[in-house]
């Protein structure tokens, strides 16, 4: 079973809307958890990065919250922009060897 | 700072055939790392160091030879290339803080085509 899983796997909104990835997770415990944004072709820049205690962590126009009694994370993406058109992975780092979600894949058209 | 780099950005090569990615770091960060990339598929650790001459191994390995000589300098060697190792290839760096490593910047990456 996949340690973490993400939903959406991909993701079409209107530009300017509002929109919710989620990430599910087995790992525990753990250093911490970040998102990142990886456009196409290049490689992925951290958005966020929450540590187990820790319940939301903002970044501009992107909000991390996390669950630990679910086991649960999110990235709300408010008014979206086309640039944020990008691949949003869910990492977590139980120890030195991180873990990477398979991604959701975010396409935002005018 | 140039942040990570790696060379090459792409590089076509014929079955057993062997050669090396470089990656390099000029932030002083003592966590390295290098994943692969395959379509569809999230990032998988293949080989990651906590510090100048320490290595281990990630969830994917095989195949793959990894040193850290220095601080600034990770380099992978494919031992005998396969059309498997076909994929991108990333390498990341960055501080370690309590049980693991803080946030990662990541090179640009190397397109590998093995044939």
């Known amino acids: 079973k996949n340690q973490v899983e993400q939903s959406p796997q991909s993701l079409i909104i209107l530009e300017g809307k509002n929109c919710t990835l989620q990430?599910?997770?087995?790992?525990?415990?753990?250093?911490?958890l970040r998102w990142y944004k990886q456009d196409t072709g290049r490689g992925p820049v951290s958005l966020t990065i929450m540590t187990f205690s820790e319940n939301t962590k903002s970044n501009g126009r992107y909000t991390a919250t996390l669950d630990a009694d679910t086991k649960q994370s999110s990235l709300h993406i408010t008014a979206s922009q086309l640039s944020d058109s990008a691949s949003y992975i869910c990492?977590?780092?139980?120890?030195?060897?991180?873990?990477f979600g398979p991604g959701t894949s975010l396409s935002v058209i005018p | 700072n140039a942040g990570v780099t790696q060379t090459p950005k792409f590089q076509v090569l014929k079955t057993g055939q062997s050669m090396t990615l470089q990656c390099a770091q000029d932030m002083n960060h003592e966590y390295m790392s290098w994943y692969r990339q395959d379509p569809g598929m999230g990032l998988r650790l293949i080989h990651y160091?906590?510090?100048?001459?320490?290595?281990d191994q990630g969830e994917v390995p095989n195949g793959y030879n990894v040193s850290r000589s220095t601080t600034e300098d990770f380099p992978l060697r494919l031992l005998s290339a396969a059309p498997s190792q076909t994929s991108v290839y990333f390498c990341?760096?960055?501080?370690?803080?309590?049980?693991?490593?803080?946030?990662?910047?990541f090179g640009p990456g190397t397109r590998l085509t093995v044939l």
């Open positions: 990430c599910n997770y087995t790992v525990s415990p753990f250093s911490n």
């Open positions: 990492v977590l780092a139980p120890d030195d060897k991180v873990i």
């Open positions: 160091s906590v510090g100048a001459g320490i290595t």
């Open positions: 990341a760096s960055s501080y370690r803080i309590a049980g693991g490593p803080s946030e990662q910047f």
